[in-house]
C-alpha cells in the first residue's frame, strides 16, 4: 500500500512502525547510548555513510525510538525528514541558528511565542544577527521590512495568544525567489490542521510538548524539513548542541501521536462551543478565537487551515488584576498553568501589549482539554460573576 493514499488517522496509527521487534505490537524503547558493529567495516559504514540511521551509532544523533515519532511526524507534515529536540525552543533555536550568519537580518511576526522573540530581539544581536519585528497582518507589511541582507522569515501562524494568521504561500514564494529561508512554528495547528512545507516553507517547527505529546507528560520539539537541511543539521547544530530527544520521552511521544488526530477533531469542537458560548457573555469585550465565524481573518482561517483547536484568549471588560485573578482562582475545571495541548483544561491570565498596541490589555487565555463541553461552560459561568 502507497502510505501517502492512506487518511491521516491510518497513518498516524502505522507509519514508522512496520518493523516489529520479537513481534512486539509497540516498538520498545532503545534505552541505549551506542550502538555495536560486528565488524570494524559495518562500523565505518554506521558513522559516514548514514548520519542518522539505520543503523544507528550514537543516540546524540540518531535513536530507533526517536527515529519513530521523527518518521511519523514527518509523513503527517509532508516534509522528507524530521528531528526531534529535547524541547520546543530547542528545535526553534537550534533551526534558526542554523539558518543565520554573522550580519544577517531576519524579519519575525512580533507576537512570535516569548522565548523566540527574545531570542531574536535579545540574544542573537550579541552575534551581530538582528530582527525587525512586523504584525504579519499584510503581506506589504513583511515583504517592505526585507532588506539586502535579510536572511530569514519567521512567522508563527496563528501566532501566540492573540492568535493572528499570516499568508503563508505568498510569503513563501516571495521569500523562495530573493533566496530567503522561511521557517513557521506550526505548534498550534499541528500537521492535522496546516501543512505550511506543502504551501512552500523551508522549515516547519512544532513544539511537541503541546498537541503531539497530548498528555502533559513529556517536552519536545520537532524540526521538519527537507533532506539537505536535515543533514546539515545532523552535522552542525544537533551534533554540537547536544538536544536529541532522549529514548523514553520519544516513545511516549509516538503513543501520543496515535491518537493526535482524533484529539484535535474534539479540541475543535469543544473550542468553537465554548467559544461561541463565550462570545456573548456581557463580561466579555473581544475573543481572540480563529474557529469563530466573528474571526477579523475569517476568509484566510477557511482558506489556509483544516480546522481550529481549543486554545483562545478572551479580553474581558473588567481590567482589574485583583477581579481577574479572582476568576482565575474560581475556576474548577480549568487549572492555572502554562503549556497546553494535553487533556486538562488550563487558564491563564496575562497582560499584553502587542507592538501596534496603543496600551496593554489584560487578557485571560484558555485551553479547553477533553472534558465535555457543557462542563467546561459551566465552569466558566459560575465564575464569571468575579467580573462583573
Ligand atoms: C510551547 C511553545 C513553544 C516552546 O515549546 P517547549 O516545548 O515549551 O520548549 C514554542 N512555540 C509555541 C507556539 C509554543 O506554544
Not at 521569500?175 to 506550526?186: F, L, P, Q, S, V
Not at 481549543?310 to 492555572?336: D, H, V
Amino acid at each position: 500500500m502507497d502510505s501517502t493514499d492512506l487518511g491521516l488517522n491510518t497513518q498516524l496509527a502505522h507509519f514508522g512502525e512496520d518493523e516489529k521487534v520479537l513481534g512486539a505490537v509497540v516498538p520498545p524503547i532503545f534505552q541505549s547510548s551506542l550502538f555495536v558493529f560486528d565488524t570494524y567495516e559495518d562500523f565505518c559504514s554506521g558513522i559516514y555513510e548514514r548520519p542518522e540511521g539505520p543503523p544507528y551509532h550514537y543516540s546524540r544523533i540518531g535513536n530507533p525510538s526517536v527515529h519513530v515519532a521523527e518518521k511519523k511526524i514527518a509523513q503527517i507534515e509532508g516534509t522528507d525528514g524530521c528531528k526531534l529536540c529535547s524541547t520546543g525552543q530547542a528545535a526553534i533555536t537550534l533551526a534558526i541558528m542554523s539558518s543565520v550568519q554573522k550580519g544577517a537580518h531576519v524579519v519575525a511576526v512580533g507576537t512570535c511565542y516569548g522565548p523566540t522573540r527574545y531570542l531574536l530581539e535579545e540574544y542573537l544581536p550579541k552575534f551581530g544577527v538582528t530582527a525587525t519585528f512586523v504584525t504579519g497582518l499584510s503581506t506589504e507589511e513583511i515583504f517592505e521590512a526585507i532588506r539586502p541582507e535579510t536572511s530569514m522569515v519567521y512567522l508563527e501562524s496563528p501566532s501566540s495568544i492573540i492568535f493572528r494568521l499570516q499568508e503563508i504561500e505568498i510569503i513563501a514564494k516571495h521569500c523562495r525567489e530573493k533566496g530567503i529561508t522561511t521557517m513557521i512554528d506550526n505548534t498550534y495547528c499541528t500537521p492535522v490542521f496546516c501543512n505550511p512545507a506543502k504551501l512552500g516553507i523551508d522549515i516547519v517547527l512544532h513544539s511537541a510538548t503541546k498537541f503531539m505529546g497530548g498528555h502533559s507528560d513529556l517536552t519536545a520539539g520537532a524540526i521538519c524539513t527537507n533532506s539537505a537541511r536535515i543533514e546539515k543539521l545532523i552535522r552542525s547544530e544537533i551534533n554540537l548542541l547536544g538536544s536529541l530527544l532522549a529514548p523514553f520521552p520519544a516513545w511516549l511521544l509516538t503513543r501520543g501521536l496515535r491518537t493526535l488526530g482524533i484529539r484535535m477533531q474534539r479540541h475543535q469542537q469543544t473550542g468553537n462551543i465554548v467559544a461561541s458560548w463565550l462570545e456573548g457573555q456581557p463580561q466579555v469585550e473581544r475573543i481572540f478565537h480563529v474557529g469563530l465565524e466573528s474571526y477579523p481573518q475569517r476568509e484566510l482561517f477557511l482558506r489556509q487551515m483544516r480546522g481550529s483547536t481549543s486554545l483562545f484568549t478572551f479580553e474581558p471588560k473588567c481590567q482589574e488584576k485583583a477581579k481577574i485573578a479572582a476568576f482565575a482562582n474560581r475556576l474548577q475545571l480549568y487549572q492555572i498553568g502554562v503549556s497546553w495541548g494535553g487533556f486538562e483544561s488550563l487558564v491563564v491570565p496575562l497582560e499584553m501589549k502587542p507592538d501596534d498596541w496603543t496600551e496593554s490589555r489584560w487578557l485571560i487565555r484558555f485551553f479547553c482539554g477533553l472534558e465535555e463541553p457543557e462542563d467546561l461552560i459551566a465552569d466558566i459561568e459560575q465564575a464569571l460573576v468575579e467580573l462583573d
